[in-house]
């Protein structure tokens, strides 16, 4: 089908999602660059979509994890466009102010990576640079093994590569010890009924708790209760990891031939260390960064160096 977008003053609420009144979840959060939001139709769905910097710049997409939505990169917009990048930040599926497709089947890992696939070509670009973290580097994984030639530079921030984890999952206690939570999300309503109580106060410990002191501020955890209580969100959010269970993505290959640059927080409590040396492995051109004294969420906790990190990745010539 033909793909179009449409822009939406910055400011404005979309009429099928609800948010909590007095916070935005818009570009209208970003204070610090020039930022609109635009809904675009892709893959069957309209996705919200954070965009900034040069239209004629190289492209950067930035894909965000569980639980956050396009807000988890917002520390990283400036560098890229002052860099001369055009940056898109989706909500993906499921998030935020994009749509909520029902039913786990519209979460498999193929369907969300065919998203991005389309959001790139509804630019009128062949290919761009793709920076995933969490769910978001899982998607990133994914489109570079199905559909490589999208795909410029890949960037991953703690996911791992899809067969690893597997592989981890069957053989390593510690990893499956890690992932319990993996199992408790694949309950019919209670999960979403336990994560409502107290304002959302388990994912705000699933933030805060598990990131280094002052990492999220007040305000930053205002914008994410924002986004979990836009209607069907808390849904959509885990139908991501029920999705995974029920669906086990099948790539065509293994092997990852995108240059990858593969940064991992060494304190990630959900995800062991060797998950990224050995995800590291399945590339063929690649270089792993790991953080000490840095957990999970590296794009708050080291802001600097991920955006340094990344400018050096994307500028290498190839």
């Known amino acids: 089908m033909d793909r179009q977008y449409i822009t939406l003053p910055v400011g404005t609420r979309s009429m099928v999602m609800t948010s909590v009144e007095h916070v935005g979840t818009d570009a209208a959060s970003c204070s610090t660059v020039d930022a609109e939001s635009t809904v675009r139709h892709v893959n069957g769905v309209e996705l919200h979509v954070v965009e900034a910097g040069d239209d004629d710049g190289p492209l950067v997409v930035l894909l965000h994890g569980f639980p956050e939505y396009w807000y988890g990169w917002h520390r990283h917009l400036e560098a890229l466009v002052d860099a001369g990048y055009r940056v898109l930040v989706p909500d993906q599926r499921g998030y935020n102010r994009s749509e909520k497709p029902t039913g786990v089947r519209a979460y498999r890992i193929q369907e969300c990576s065919r998203d991005i696939a389309a959001l790139i070509s509804s630019t009128g670009r062949d290919q761009a640079h793709v920076v995933g973290h969490d769910w978001g580097g899982m998607v ?39 992932s319990w939570y993996v199992f ?36 930053d955890l205002e914008q994410y209760r924002a986004a979990w209580h836009a209607d069907g969100a808390l849904t959509g959010m885990l139908n991501w990891y029920r999705a995974a269970a029920r669906y086990p993505p099948t790539p065509p290959r293994k092997r990852v031939e995108t240059p990858t640059l593969l940064v991992w927080g060494e304190d990630d409590t ?6 990224a040396i050995d995800s590291d492995l399945r590339c063929s051109t690649s270089r792993l960064e790991l953080l000490p004294e840095t957990s999970h969420w590296v794009q708050h906790e080291r802001p600097e160096r991920l955006s340094d990190l990344l400018l050096e990745w994307l500028s290498a010539p190839s």
Do not use: C, K, M
Request: net charge positive; hydrophobic share 40%; aromatic share 8%.
């Open 270 to 275: 959900a995800l062991t260390p060797a998950l």
């Open 184 to 219: 408790w999300f694949q309950l019919p309503w209670l999960p979403e009924r336990t994560l409502r109580v107290g304002d959302y106060r388990l994912l705000e410990s699933a933030l805060r708790g598990t990131a280094a002191p002052g990492a999220f501020s007040e305000q």
């Open 140 to 178: 990133a994984w994914d489109l570079a093994l199905r559909e490589p030639s999208v795909i410029d530079r890949l960037g991953i921030v703690n996911a791992p590569h899809p067969t690893v984890f597997r592989q981890h999952l069957r053989s390593s206690p510690e990893q499956l010890r890690r």
